[in-house]
Structures are given as structure tokens and as C-alpha cells.
């Protein structure tokens, strides 16, 4: 029996509590996952003013109040409330204040649709906290796996403010990134409000371009750092856009960065057993996915017509996701024999967009301007393909997601879309891929896949392709638990 490793893991955001994308599914299952493999994992959060109390079982721990925190020239006071991870048991630490986080949003205001001023004091108190906290809980640590920008300072107050505390000796720290592309980017007064030395401001150290930038900071202080494919962690390293400005401290740390691509909750997502859905269904009996096809276009007011294929997108409505090829394409895209369903929240010139359009085509095509985790799963289970044209995709859920229900993914060639879908070929592969990022190519991939659907037995051999995937955590869990051992030197 190999050492068990004590992992802290920290997040903006894990399922079941708060979520507003992939991270947060990642945060659900992941330290599960790990301990599976003979380790303790735990896990803080803040608690915002979404998590509901009673729902989830919050309780305080008295001996975990009122934990002074420095901010800048003053002191701000902590307090902490924990409970289990509902699908697992895990032990979930909420930090909490109220000034901080008693709010409708995680990071950007519902109403106003933008980022909270404050969001480098907020974040700047929690990661200070989760340190302060941990001494004061009295448990230590081997590993803190920091992930994205709100938890990107720890590894820099490791390294720089408690080196010489020894409730830390020893402890190591890993960065994993789940998007680049969001910095967690502030003015440079946010260095004096971390309290983080002046003397380390420098490009090499906390200065990103005369700004200060969590994502940087964890890049250059953390560890270890991974990402959560390896297609990905090759393109932040040589594509110039992908890179959002940091490709120069990427290939620096070159050396000490992978890819790990990220698994599926099978207990969640599993068309066999899923609760949300109409009809369960598996691979050897395919009859519950047209049920869920029924029930799916009953529900969002859509016909039902034999023969007609049925392409979906739950997505964030953000450039990101390529929403401007589809936008480019629509009436195009109208004009072939299918039936279009969207699930997705973002940008207002996409929401009205989609607004518009469905008014103009509302026998083809609905749109739900919602977060609806329901519907997501009704839609995975009824429909029979999956666009997903992103500009740059770290890794993706969704497409796996689809993979596992049948519901076949037309993806662009990029990030995590590469490492899991494999364009389908003389009964070979799961899916349909495009290269280049262009309506055009989009349109000739759904083409295809519009060519094939027509002949049902072909079709049912990719379906069965995708299903018959494996995402599963343990294979990723044994990856990451293979990392910590690395970095603990313990076998
Ligand atoms: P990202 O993290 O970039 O948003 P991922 O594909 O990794 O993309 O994860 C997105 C997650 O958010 C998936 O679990 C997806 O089902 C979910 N999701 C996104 N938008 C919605 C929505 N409007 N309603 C329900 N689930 C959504």
C-alpha cells in the first residue's frame, strides 16, 4: 500500500454548490477520484450567498471564527462553515464573509452582467484565508491543487510569506488550469491590498506588463503546473492566441507542465441511470433515446418528425465557444432537414440573436436562455448531435457528455476536443471533426454528419462508437495521483 498523500484542493467553484462552467463538474468529482487512489482529499470554497444552508447542511465550526485575515492596511475577519461533498462524502470547507461573498453572483453581478469590482480583494481574502484557515484547523496539508485564477496566489504566499512558517514545511503546490483565457487581471494596486513583497514585483516574479494577474502569479510560483488536456498544453505553449499573453512564462515553466485530460461523473452522467431523463436507455437498446427525442421537442414546443435529425449546443453564449460561425451560418444552416436546440446564457448580442431567431424559424429551431441542469440532461439524451465549434476548448464536458448519451459530437479540431473525438470513417471513430475555424468548414462537418445520419445502420454503429467511450475518472485520478507522487518524492 503506497502512502496515503494529504490534497487540498481549492476552488471558485464545485458542483453540487456553485457553478458557472466545467470547473466546478471537475471540483465535483475529482477528489473523490483521489482518494480512490489511497489518498485523504479535502476542499474549500468560499460560501456565497447562492449556497443555500439548510439544503446543504452547512454548519459553522466554532473553532474556525472570527480567523483574522490581512488585507492590505486592515484586517478582515473569516469565518468557516463545512459539510460533505453530497456524492461522495468529502470534506467541503466554506469560507466565509458576508461583505465578500453574500451576493447573488460568483464573479460578475446577474443584473449588470459584469465582473464585481472588488473581485482581487475578494479573492486576494480567500486565498489568504485558506491558509490561515488550515493553521488554525490544525490539518496539513502535503499538496494545495489550485485551480484557475481564484485560487492562483497560494503557491506565490507559499513560496514568499509562510517559507519559514513550519505548519507549511514541506508542504508543495500544483496549478491546474482550466482556462486560460480568464486572468483574474487587476490594477497594480492589488499588490499592496495581497500584502504580497514589493520586492518580487518584477516581470520575472508578481509584475505581469505593469499590472497584477493572478493566473501569471500562479504560473510562476506554483510547484508543478497542468492543464487539463494535452492538446491544450501544447497549444498554450506555441499558438500565440491561446496563449493570452502568457506564452513566454508557459515555455519557461515548460518543463514543469502537462496535460491531464479531465473525466466525466459517471454517477451524474450515465444515460442508464439517469434520473432527469424521460426514458433510460444504454447501448444495446437504443428505443429510450427516441423517447427522450420526444419528450425533449415536446417540451421546448417542437415538432416531432421521423427522420429528421435533432443538433443541440448547451453552451455559455461567449465568442470562446464559436457562436460567430454560427451566428454567420444560421439561415444556412436552416435550410437543411434538421431541427435546432440551444441551451445556453452570455453575451446579449448572442441571447438576442437567438431570441430572434427563434420567432423567425419556430418549427426548426428553440432556444432556452437559461441555466437549467435538468433540460442539459434531457437534452444529451434526446438529441442526435452535439455542435461544438469552439475557437479553443481546454478540455470540454460536453462533448464527452454527448459521447456517453449517443449523441454525436461535430466538434473543431482543438484542446480537449482533439484528445476525445475522433472523426468517423469507414465504421471507425465517434464523431465529426473540422480544422479550420470557419463557417464553411463548420457547415461541410454538419453536412456530413446530416449524409450519414441518413443511413440509420452506419449511424448506430457511431452511436454505439461513442457510448462505448471511456471517461471515467480513475484513469485521469492516476495521472494526477502519479504527479503528487513525483512531487512528494514518495512512492
Ligand atoms: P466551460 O467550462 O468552458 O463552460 P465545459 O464544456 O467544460 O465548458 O463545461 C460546461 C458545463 O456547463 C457543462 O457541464 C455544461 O453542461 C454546463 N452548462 C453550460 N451552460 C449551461 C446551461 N445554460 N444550462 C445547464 N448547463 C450548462
Known amino acids: 500500500m503506497s502512502k496515503p498523500l494529504k490534497i487540498l484542493f481549492v476552488s471558485g467553484e464545485v458542483v453540487p454548490f456553485a457553478k458557472t462552467g466545467g470547473l466546478a463538474d471537475v471540483m465535483g468529482s475529482l477528489p473523490q477520484a ?5 489518498n485523504e482529499a479535502r476542499i474549500m470554497m468560499p460560501k456565497y450567498g447562492i449556497i443555500n444552508d439548510r439544503k446543504f447542511r452547512l454548519h459553522d465550526v ?5 480567523i483574522k485575515v490581512p488585507l492590505g492596511d486592515r484586517e478582515e475577519l473569516l469565518s468557516v462553515k463545512v459539510t460533505a461533498l453530497p456524492s461522495s462524502k468529502i ?3 466554506f469560507l466565509y464573509h458576508e461583505g465578500f461573498f453574500k451576493r447573488d453572483g460568483l464573479y460578475t453581478s446577474p443584473s449588470t452582467k459584469k465582473d464585481y469590482q472588488d473581485n482581487d480583494e475578494r479573492f486576494i481574502f480567500f486565498n489568504r484565508g485558506v491558509l490561515e484557515t488550515l493553521k488554525q484547523l490544525g490539518w496539513k496539508p502535503d499538496i494545495i491543487h489550485c485551480h484557475d485564477w481564484m485560487s492562483a496566489l497560494i503557491p506565490a504566499y507559499l513560496k514568499l510569506m509562510y517559507k519559514n512558517d513550519p505548519f507549511f514545511k514541506g508542504t508543495k503546490t500544483i496549478y491546474t488550469v482550466h482556462n486560460l483565457a480568464y486572468q483574474g487581471a487587476f490594477h497594480k494596486s492589488a499588490l499592496q491590498k495581497s500584502k504580497l ?18 493566473m501569471k502569479i500562479g504560473l510562476i ?48 452522467w450515465s444515460p442508464a ?16 433515446k427516441t423517447e427522450n427525442k420526444k419528450a425533449l421537442l415536446k417540451r421546448l414546443k417542437l415538432p416531432y418528425k421521423e427522420g429528421t435529425p435533432v443538433i443541440s449546443i448547451i453552451s455559455r453564449l461567449v465568442d470562446q465557444k464559436g457562436f460567430d460561425l ?13 431541427q435546432f436546440v440551444l441551451l445556453g446564457t452570455g453575451q446579449k448580442e448572442y441571447e438576442d440573436f437567438f431570441r430572434a431567431a427563434e420567432k423567425k424559424y419556430p418549427e426548426k429551431f428553440s432556444a432556452t436562455m437559461s441555466f437549467n441542469d435538468e433540460l442539459a440532461h434531457l437534452i444529451e439524451a434526446g438529441a442526435d448531435m452535439f455542435l461544438m465549434p469552439s475557437k479553443y476548448e481546454p478540455c470540454g464536458l460536453n462533448q464527452m457528455y454527448s ?19 475522433r472523426q468517423y470513417k469507414s465504421g471507425k471513430g465517434n464523431g465529426f471533426v473540422f480544422e479550420k475555424y470557419t463557417a464553411g468548414e463548420m457547415m461541410k462537418a454538419i453536412k456530413e454528419a446530416l449524409e450519414v445520419y441518413r443511413d440509420q445502420k452506419n449511424w448506430v454503429k457511431i452511436v454505439q462508437n461513442g457510448m462505448a467511450s471511456d471517461f471515467s475518472w480513475e484513469s485521469s485520478a492516476k495521472k494526477y495521483d502519479a504527479l503528487y507522487r513525483k512531487l512528494m518524492e514518495v512512492k
Open 34 to 38: 483521489v482518494e480512490d487512489q489511497g
Open 62 to 66: 466554532l473553532r474556525l471564527k472570527d
Open 91 to 93: 470534506q467541503t470547507y
Open 197 to 214: 513583497p514589493e520586492s518580487e514585483y518584477t516581470p520575472e516574479g508578481l509584475e505581469f506588463y505593469d499590472s497584477f494577474n493572478f
Open 221 to 268: 510560483y506554483a510547484d508543478l503546473i497542468t492543464t487539463v488536456s494535452e492538446r491544450y498544453a501544447e497549444e498554450i505553449r506555441t499558438d500565440e492566441e491561446l496563449a493570452s499573453g502568457l506564452k513566454g512564462v508557459l515555455n519557461k515553466r515548460k518543463r514543469d507542465l502537462s496535460g491531464i485530460l479531465n473525466g466525466i461523473d459517471e454517477n451524474v
Open 273 to 288: 441511470t439517469d434520473e432527469f431523463i424521460e426514458k433510460q436507455f444504454n447501448a444495446d437498446d437504443l428505443a429510450g
Open 326 to 338: 454560427i451566428v454567420e451560418s444560421f439561415d444556412k444552416l436552416m435550410q437543411l432537414d434538421l
Open 403 to 421: 459521447l456517453k448519451y449517443g449523441t454525436i459530437p461535430i466538434v473543431r479540431a482543438t484542446g480537449g476536443l482533439v484528445d476525445t473525438v
